[in-house]
Nanobody, 111 residues
Framework: VQLVESGGGLVQAGGSLRLSCAAS????????MAWYRQTPGKQRELVAS???????NYAGSVKGRFTISRDNTKNTVYLQMNSLKPEDTAVYYC??????WGQGTQVTVSP
C-alpha cells in the first residue's frame, strides 16, 4: 500500500495550488479518501474528505476555498486550494482508513 502526495510548494497569499495523491495497493474506488495537514507543534487536522460515492466534507476553515475530488480511473485524489492564506501553511497528507501516512507535501503560503 502506498500513498504519494505531490503538488505542494511556495505560493503568495491569495494564490492557488493543486495537490495530488496517487494510491496503490488498495481498492481505491471503495475507500473514503481524506486530506489532513499538520504544522509543527500541532496535531494533524482533517482538511477534507470524499467518500466512495463522492460525498464531500470540509473543515470550516477551508470551506469555500478548497475542493476535494477524486478520479477512480487514476486512483488519485486531489485537493484544489484557492485563496490561500498564510495559516494554510502546513505539510499536507492524504489517507485512506486502512493506510499508513504518506510522506506528505509541504505547502507554504507567504503573506
Amino acid at each position: 500500500v502506498q500513498l504519494v502526495e505531490s503538488g505542494g510548494g511556495l505560493v503568495q497569499a491569495g494564490g492557488s495550488l493543486r495537490l495530488s495523491c496517487a494510491a496503490s495497493g488498495i481498492i481505491f474506488r471503495a475507500n473514503t479518501m481524506a486530506w489532513y495537514r499538520q504544522t509543527p507543534g500541532k496535531q494533524r487536522e482533517l482538511v477534507a474528505s470524499i467518500s466512495s460515492i463522492g460525498t464531500t466534507n470540509y473543515a470550516g476553515s477551508v470551506k469555500g476555498r478548497f475542493t476535494i475530488s477524486r478520479d477512480n480511473t487514476k486512483n488519485t485524489v486531489y485537493l484544489q486550494m484557492n485563496s490561500l492564506k498564510p495559516e494554510d501553511t502546513a505539510v499536507y497528507y492524504c489517507k485512506a482508513p486502512t493506510t499508513a501516512w504518506g510522506q506528505g507535501t509541504q505547502v507554504t503560503v507567504s503573506p
